[in-house]
């Protein structure tokens, strides 16, 4: 079966400073992988999708990057962290098919002080 | 883009009790999914359902795409169905670049 690792689960980070998270899936071979975002609250924000190794679609413009090294490898990153980067990250992934149900990682907790 | 919108915002329910959560959106979709977020954060696929009914257990999702809305009907609530419902939606071909409701808070009573 398909398993999806996300991590760290939580990370306190000063502004400034560089941010590296890490997901991997398992199971599957060239999955669609996703990066959202949950701020305080509930909604959840697409921020990065990949369909294939080093392409990546950005959905809103920030301070935040993603790679996608190898075919279940997806990398978000940041040079340098604001205040407003803090929030809930999770890494998902799908099936190629457009008609493939989404899974989510356990998240990452991102706290920058 | 499109727009989806959940209702209620917030359910408390006694133990045993069925409910009824609700999901517009704003234009026609090919892909439906729900998903429910634990109190710790994990969120877990529900249903895939762009159209038509389905049944897992206690929990059935029902997609009427030519009106517009989906429905999650929860059965028999245990303590454990508590934790934030979301719905989501795209359309077209934009496949899971999905756009999240803003969530169902359920409260379920022992």
């Known amino acids: 079966s398909q398993t999806i690792h996300q991590w760290p689960a939580t990370l306190v980070q000063p502004v400034g400073s560089p941010l590296s998270l890490e997901c991997t899936v398992e199971g599957t071979s060239n999955p669609n992988l996703y990066w959202y975002r949950q701020a305080a609250g509930r909604g959840l924000q697409l921020l990065f999708y990949?369909?294939?190794?080093?392409?990546i679609s950005s959905e809103v413009p920030q301070n935040l990057s993603a790679s996608r090294p190898q075919d279940r490898q997806f990398i978000l990153s940041s040079k340098k962290l604001l205040l407003s980067d803090s929030g809930f990250y999770l890494c998902?992934?799908?099936?190629?098919?457009?008609?493939?149900?989404?899974?989510f990682g356990n998240g990452t907790r991102l706290t920058v002080t | 883009g499109i727009q989806v919108e959940q209702s209620p915002p917030d359910l408390i329910l006694q133990e045993g009790a069925n409910s009824t959560l609700r999901c517009n959106f704003s234009?026609?979709?090919?892909?439906l999914q729900w998903f429910h977020q634990n109190p710790w954060g994990q969120l877990i696929n529900l249903f895939y359902?762009?159209?038509g009914t389905k049944q897992n257990g206690r929990l059935s999702a029902t997609t009427v795409a030519t009106e517009r809305y989906s429905l999650l009907y929860i059965s028999s609530s245990q303590t454990t169905d508590s934790g934030v419902y979301f719905c989501a939606a795209s359309r077209n071909n934009a496949g899971n670049m999905l756009t999240f409701g803003g969530g169902t808070r359920l409260m379920v009573k022992p």
């Open positions: 234009d026609s979709v090919n892909n």
């Open positions: 359902i762009p159209s």
């Open positions: 990949s369909v294939g190794i080093g392409q």
């Open positions: 998902a992934w799908s099936g190629p098919s457009l008609s493939s149900p989404l899974h």
